[in-house]
């Protein structure tokens, strides 16, 4: 079974520090990675898609990639009390197209 | 329009009942999906449509019943469910199905089997 692994949490920060969310995955030939924001009660939304190693940012969210050692990790600089969400890692697995989604990450930022 | 929309957005039904959950986009989009939610777990993928055929099956039982009855819609028929299938119903879409998109959630049906 391939498999997307997240720390649970709850992962406290304070209001204005930086929040790292991890994501591991088994399947070295996954060629896509995504992280989609959960509020409590509500349908995922896509923040940040990566394909290729390295860091991707898009405002206060940066996106790093390791193929080699299998993670994603998801940045938030500058966290806010309204970024307190589950934090959903997705990989697409080799040849079928399927998202695989991770377990989330419980954040709270706190004010 | 970039939103997928699903209603009902609430829905309890008893074990004998037949229901249907609706779900629709006008984004173009050409792929559209079926996710199981249950409390504080991932989504569980349940159906795939490509270009309005069923591609994937995740070997969900008979009583869920998928249609698309054309590029916009994406229908799930409920029958004989039971109390475990209570869960969030999301609808997804996605320009096509490949590795480079990312999904559009629906708001999702919170179903109640009673």
């Known amino acids: 079974q391939k498999e997307v692994e997240q720390n649970s949490g709850p992962l406290s920060v304070p209001e204005g520090a930086i929040a790292s969310l991890n994501c591991t995955y088994s399947d070295r030939v996954s060629q896509s990675f995504f992280w989609y924001r959960q509020y409590s009660g509500k349908s995922p939304e896509l923040i940040m898609s990566i394909y290729s190693n390295g860091d991707k940012e898009d405002g206060r969210f940066t996106a790093q990639l390791n193929k080699a050692s299998q993670y994603v990790s998801l940045l938030i600089r500058d966290s806010q009390p309204s970024d307190s969400a589950t934090y959903l890692c997705?990989?697409?697995?080799?040849?079928?197209?399927?998202?695989?989604f991770g377990t989330g990450t419980r954040l709270k930022v706190l004010a | 329009d970039t939103e997928v929309t699903q209603t009902p957005k609430h829905l309890v039904m008893g074990m004998t009942n037949k229901k249907s959950l609706k779900c629709e986009q006008h984004m173009g989009h050409r792929a559209m999906y079926w996710y199981k939610q249950k409390a504080k777990k991932p989504p569980e993928l349940m159906f795939v449509?490509?270009?309005?055929?069923?591609?994937i099956n995740e070997s969900v039982p008979s009583r869920f019943s998928p249609e698309c009855p054309n590029s916009s819609l994406l229908n799930l028929h409920l029958h004989a469910l039971q109390p475990e299938d209570s869960a969030l119903y999301l609808c997804?879409?996605?320009?096509?199905?490949?590795?480079?998109?990312?999904?559009?959630f629906g708001s999702g049906t919170r179903l109640t089997v009673v």
């Open positions: 449509y490509s270009y309005e055929k069923l591609s």
């Open positions: 997705a990989v697409i697995t080799s040849g079928t197209y399927k998202y695989i």
């Open positions: 997804a879409s996605s320009p096509r199905v490949s590795p480079n998109y990312g999904y559009t």
